[in-house]
């Protein structure tokens, strides 16, 4: 028999603070400028060998405004169910649309238009705002609204993943470091705020979870 039970919406509610307190102190560090520690770990990440820019591109689609609905259509093919479907779409595309209008609160250049002396890659964007970064919003969200239904070495995978993504965007030089840090966490409180809302069921997190 089915098990209907779903797992209590407050074992999540840490989860979705955490994020939310990232994004907070992110953005504040943020809208003060860009502070010596962050322009040094930029430069590094930027810095990197030409040669993985291509190596790179691929896992950055990730975080693209396509791989909610690539994504939710192969979960809704692999885990059979609804929620991690339905919410990668969903939690997916409404995090990039919602990182846009964080961007117009924070105000801040991305790094071609604020630093000087740095050799453009191409392809990068050097104008608009940077904080915090759609792509990272988006690979982290996905991770979160998927993690739950996923054996242990497929969750760390989804979250390696997200994290490939933000260091790519800093490697390519589209964000500061700041950007994807907040950008991840944002597109983390997003997803598990989409579990709070329609729940976990127990069954389903027992099947994959706890695999």
């Not at 322009?39 to 040669?51: A, K, M």
């Not at 497929?154 to 997200?162: K, M």
Request: a positive charge.
């Amino acid at each position: 028999m089915r098990d209907h039970r779903r797992v209590p919406h407050r074992d999540w509610i840490p989860r979705v603070l955490a994020g939310a307190g990232v994004v907070a102190v992110s953005s504040a560090l943020a809208a003060a400028g860009v502070p010596d520690w962050e322009e040094s770990l930029f430069r590094t990440v930027h810095d990197l060998p030409d040669g993985l820019e291509p190596v790179l591109w691929a896992p950055m689609q990730l975080g693209s405004a396509v791989a909610p609905v690539l994504v939710g259509a192969g979960a809704a093919v692999v885990l059979r169910s609804w929620r991690p479907a339905v919410g990668a779409v969903v939690v997916g595309l409404g995090g990039w649309w919602l990182a846009k209008g964080v961007k117009e609160l924070v105000e801040r250049g991305r790094p071609y238009s604020v630093l000087s002396g740095l050799e453009r890659r191409s392809g990068a964007p050097t104008d608009g705002l940077g904080f915090l970064s759609g792509h990272a919003t988006v690979a982290f969200a996905l991770a979160a609204v998927l993690s739950p239904y996923l054996p242990r070495p497929a969750r760390i995978g989804a979250y390696g993943l997200a994290g490939v993504v933000a260091c790519a965007r800093v490697h390519v030089g589209a964000h500061f470091p700041l950007d994807v840090i907040a950008g991840g966490a944002f597109g983390y409180t997003l997803g598990w705020l989409w579990h709070v809302a329609v729940g976990i069921p127990v069954d389903e997190m027992a099947r994959y979870a706890k695999a």
